[in-house]
């Protein structure tokens, strides 16, 4: 894919879409074009999260493993789609583990080039907080809409009053 | 009034320069409240955001499939609520009430607006620590969530 189609897939993500096609050239060129063969491993969850990623050729398997179950596939990350992009506001970890499903390439954005736009006051740093809102809060009422659905069916059916500390249920 | 040292001690403020944290500080009202008052109602847009202070404020959101049964939250001192339904212009997803006499910080739906729109770095900055808020929350309930559904299958 040559690299004016490789800032198109940019731009045709939600979260970029805000910005000119100057700006997103002078963006994709601070990043790194990396590849990564079948099976081999975009990020681990719960390493440090340090870089927001775009594919751009290829797939990823989206893996969650817990104490209580083993490793499950989620979700498939097809090209032109964003992972990790909390990286950007927050310094956490990765919530899950990125395996390349066959042959595929990624944009990496490291999180200091973002850092760096908000230290400069670059407005292109307004631009992509824009793109994540809308993203951002559909995931958050999915995940609380889905959390209050299961504590319902979970907590004792005589109680119309769950108290549940360890949940956040924040509009 | 707040003042930018106050806001400096604001774990979900940093980030931020003291000269953003001035400019907050002129922008945020500080609300006291007595128990029972309520910031916003469920199924409503909130009218801004809430940073708790002191005091006990709860969440109370309606169980889906029941009329009148609740899950109730306690929301940490430092953190924010309201933030999700400033930014996406959409219905609260839980009520938010003060459980002891409260003091809290507010930032209106108008002020947000103007603050966050345009370049302007302060509000860039400030833009991003909410956002940082809502990652953090979601990321918390995320593994929650990821529980809940382990328990539900061996329920």
Partial sequence: MNPSKQ?????????????????????????????????????SQGEPASSLCLVLAGAFQVQISSETSP???LATISPGEVVGEV???SSGRRSATLM????SVVWMLPSEVFEGLLERGDPMAGRILHGMNSDLCRRFREVVYEGATLMGKLAPKNLDRVYDDSMRWEP | MINELELAQIESLAGLTTEDLKTLAKEFEELHLSPSNV????????????????GKVETEKMLPGYKERLLISSIPVGEWVGVVSLIDNKPATATVRAISTSRVLAISRQTFNR??????????RFHRALLRSVASQLSRVNSNVIGLRA???NS
């Fill in chain 1, 7 to 43: 800032v198109q897939l940019l731009l045709s993500n939600l979260i970029f879409k805000g910005l000119t096609p100057v700006d997103a050239k002078a963006l994709f060129g601070a990043g790194q074009v990396l590849s990564f063969n079948a099976g081999s491993i975009l990020f």
């Fill in chain 1, 71 to 73: 490793s499950t596939t």
């Fill in chain 1, 87 to 89: 990286a950007l506001i």
């Fill in chain 1, 100 to 103: 390349a499903a066959v042959d």
């Fill in chain 2, 39 to 54: 910031l916003i109602h469920e199924g409503q847009e909130a009218s801004g955001a809430f940073l708790v202070l002191e």
């Fill in chain 2, 115 to 124: 603050f966050i729109q345009g370049d302007k770095p302060s509000g860039i």
């Fill in chain 2, 151 to 153: 328990a539900a299958s």
